[in-house]
Structure formats: C-alpha cells, structure tokens
C-alpha cells in the first residue's frame, strides 16, 4: 500500500498545488479577483469530481481485471473510458460557452467577481478535455499498479505551470498580460501536455498495463458496468462539491471579504485532502486488485492501514495549520489583514475535521477502488443536505457565530460521516461486491 501510495501523495500534492499557484498570482489582483476564481474554482471542481467519478468505475474494473491477471478485460475497459471521456467534454466545452457567467450570477456574487469568475470559468469548461485526459490516463495506470509515472507527469507539467501561469498573468517578457484569464490557461495548456506524454506511456507500454486500440469496438455493456459504478461516485463527489457551492451563498450576505475568506481556506482544505486522498486511492487499487486475487482478509486490513495513514497525516498537517495559518494564507495575500484573520479562524475551525479524515476520505476512496460507491453516495447525500445545510443556515442566524457558523456546519456534518464509514467498512458486504 506504501509503494502505491507515496507517489500518489506527491502527485496529488502537485495537482493541488495547481489552484494554489493560481490562487497566489491572482490574489496580487485584489479580493474581487480572488472571490471570482475561487468561487469559479469550485465550478470547475464540481466538474472535476464528475470526471474522477465517472472514471473510478475504470479503476475498480482495471484493478480487478489487473488482480485476476486479465490484461485483455483490463485493456477493453481502459479503451471505454475514452469514449466516456471523450463525450463528457464535449458536454462541458458547450457549457463553457454558454453557461459560464450565468453560473457566477446564481451565486448571488457582485459585479467585479462575476466577471473575474465569468472569464475564468469559460476557459476552463472549454479546455476540459486536457484535464479529462490527464485524470483518465493517470487513472489507469494507478489501476494497474503503476503509480511512479502519474508522478513523473505531475512533476512535469506541474513545474510548467508555476513558470506559465505568472506569466501569463502579469505579461512577462514575451506573454501578453491576461489577467485571471491567464490563470486559466495556464492550466489547460499545462495539463493538454501532461495528457500528451500519459498517452505515449500507456500506448508505448511502459507502464504496467499496455494501451491499444488495435482491436477497438464500442462496447456498450462494459460503458454500462463502468457508468454503473462510477455513477453513484460521481454523484457523491458533485454533491460534496455543490455543497461548498451553495455554502457561498450563505456567506456571501457577509460581504466580499468572507468570501475571499472561504475561497482561501478551501484552497488549503483542497490541499490536504489530496493527502488523505492519496492513501485512500492507493488502498482502493490495492484493496481492488486483493478482491480480483480472492484475498478479501487481506482487503479489509489494506483499508484499516490506510485509516491509520491517513490519520497521522492530517495530525501533521492539523498542528501546522494551529500554529502557522495566517503565515500560510499570507501567500496567497499579504496585503488585506482582514481577509488572512478571517480565512486563519476558518482553518482553525476545520481542524477539527482533519482530525477523522483518516476514517472519512480513506475508507470513501476505499470503497470506491472496490467498486462499492452507492454507501459514499448515501451517506454524502444525508450528512451534506441534512446536516451541514441546515446547520449553515441556522448557525448564522439564530447564534452568535456569524458567518463561523458556516464553517462549524461543516464540521459537524464530517463527523457525522467518521461514525458512518468505519462502521459499514467493518459490516464488510463492500467484500462481496462484483463489478
């Protein structure tokens, strides 16, 4: 689980690092600026979540096929997932163009950060393919086994990035200055190369699994199983990303700043949940290719030591948080005192949900690398509609919390989910589940 893991904590490290570079150009622009890229950067996370979702059916069918030693099986569902991919961009390039500025106005936002967002936004609905690509690529390979490569590529086109996306902001030397519209491109520019050298990968076979398309045909049974499966995992991760969409609107009523506030912090959440995230993906796969071995005993202790793993990760990270979180939000912007003191009590907060994301996002990605998505999706649905909105609305209103109510809504609805998921992973029906 730690070979598969270490690099994938690294790689998601550097995906994450991704907003984040964005995040500390942009904020030179002001808190407008910052509000509309990071409320559009939920917009594209939202996306993001339907993408990593719709592919963990891929996953959990390659790494099965992988366990059971049937490269063949493996190769037709890797070949579907294109064609999955390929329609879903389509679907979102069309919702770029024509749906970015009305998606920033629902949020209830003013001018100046609709406009920011509005640009932002467009740019990365457009350009989704590159990233669809990429996770699809990666995807695969983790699934295999092969989580070194996923690194290599993140490596790279991630240290394009923070060279790129400055530049393209400010017009640098020979760039012309694009404002957050150059954060923007920046991405996809960045991840269409990451994409381009995935491919060479899988197709050259120098990784675990070796793509081909020799023998291609549409397979609608295989779209089907992997829809099936990755349907509810896709539906868990938008709901959790429109969850942190709707919470804006329940911010926004305290002005831009708090919003700002919010964008930051999620920008540090997003971080270390990829993580947490990392050790969860990893236990998946393995925990998927144990079940296609016929090792269930040694599935259930896999996902246990990704817990554990997890746990002591996000203890690190919490005591950073405690002690040095204005320092950290001072890279994003050092100049607005009201927005780093705000955002600082926000993480603080949320501390308390780093402590159990050890027992939440490990043991999620677990059941989802097994195939068993329909529980997250259950469970998401309950605790984020039923718990964090309704406490978000009353927290602020009816106590003396303010716009800290908010965040403590989501506190309370996380910890609802760490008694949910370890008791269900102990029941152990995730073990006879067939893709």
């Given at each position: 689980m730690w070979s598969l893991s270490w690099p994938m904590l690294i790689s998601n490290t550097l995906n994450a690092i991704g907003p984040a570079v964005d995040m500390i150009w942009v904020g030179k622009l002001g808190s407008g600026s910052i509000a509309g890229v990071g409320?559009?950067?939920?917009?594209v996370i939202v996306v993001n979540s339907l993408i990593f979702g719709l592919f963990t059916g891929t996953t959990a069918m390659v790494a099965?096929?992988?366990?059971?030693?049937?490269?063949?099986?493996?190769?037709?569902?890797?070949?579907?997932?294109?064609?999955i991919g390929i329609v879903f961009s389509l679907l979102m390039a069309v919702t770029g163009i024509f749906l970015a500025r009305p998606i920033m106005i629902l949020m209830g936002l003013s001018g100046n950060v609709v406009d920011e967002g509005a640009v932002y936004l467009r740019i990365q609905l457009i350009g989704i393919v590159t990233m669809t690509g990429l996770q699809l690529c990666q995807n695969i390979m983790q699934a295999s086994g092969d989580s070194r490569n996923p690194l290599k590529i993140s490596l790279g086109f991630r240290s394009l990035q923070v060279v790129l996306c400055p530049a393209l902001i400010f017009g640098w030397s020979f760039f012309p200055r694009m404002g957050v519209s150059g954060a923007?491109?920046?991405?996809?520019v960045t991840q269409?190369?990451?994409a381009m050298i995935a491919l060479w990968i899988l197709f050259s076979g120098k990784t675990r699994l070796k793509l081909s398309f020799s023998r291609f045909k549409f397979d609608g049974n295989i779209i089907w199983r992997t829809?099936?499966?990755?349907?509810?995992?896709?539906?868990?991760?938008?709901?959790?990303?429109?969850?942190?969409?709707?919470?804006?609107?329940?911010?926004?009523?305290?002005?831009?700043?708090a919003v700002a506030s919010q964008a930051l912090a999620l920008r540090v959440d997003s971080f270390l949940q990829s993580l947490a995230g990392a050790v969860g993906i990893g236990a998946g796969v393995l925990c998927?290719?144990?079940?296609?071995?016929?090792?269930p005993q040694r599935a259930e202790k896999t996902g246990w030591l990704a817990v554990g793993l997890a746990t002591c990760v996000a203890l690190v990270f919490s005591l950073i948080i405690w002690f040095k979180a204005e320092t950290i939000l001072g890279i994003f912007n050092a100049s607005d005192p009201a927005l780093i003191a705000t955002a600082a009590n926000f993480?603080?907060?949320?501390?308390?949900?780093?402590?159990v994301w050890g027992l939440v996002i490990a043991?999620?990605?677990?059941?989802?690398g097994v195939g068993d998505t329909l529980i997250p999706l259950v469970t998401n649905i309950g605790t984020m509609l039923g718990i964090q909105l309704s406490l978000a609305y009353i927290l602020p209103h009816y106590t003396d919390l303010g716009v800290y109510g908010v965040r403590w809504a989501i506190v309370a609805g996380q910890l609802t989910r760490a008694v949910i998921y370890p008791t269900y992973f102990k029941l152990g029906r995730w073990k006879r589940k067939r893709v």
């Open positions: 409320v559009s950067g939920l917009v099965r096929f992988v366990g059971a030693k049937d490269e063949a099986a493996a190769n037709r569902a890797a070949q579907q997932a294109f064609v923007a491109l920046s991405n996809v269409g190369l990451g829809i099936k499966i990755g349907l509810p995992s896709s539906i868990t991760f938008m709901i959790i990303s429109l969850t942190e969409l709707m919470l804006v609107r329940f911010i926004a009523p305290f002005g831009t700043v998927g290719q144990n079940l296609g071995a016929g090792q993480l603080h907060i949320q501390i308390v949900s780093y402590l043991l999620t990605l677990t059941l989802n």
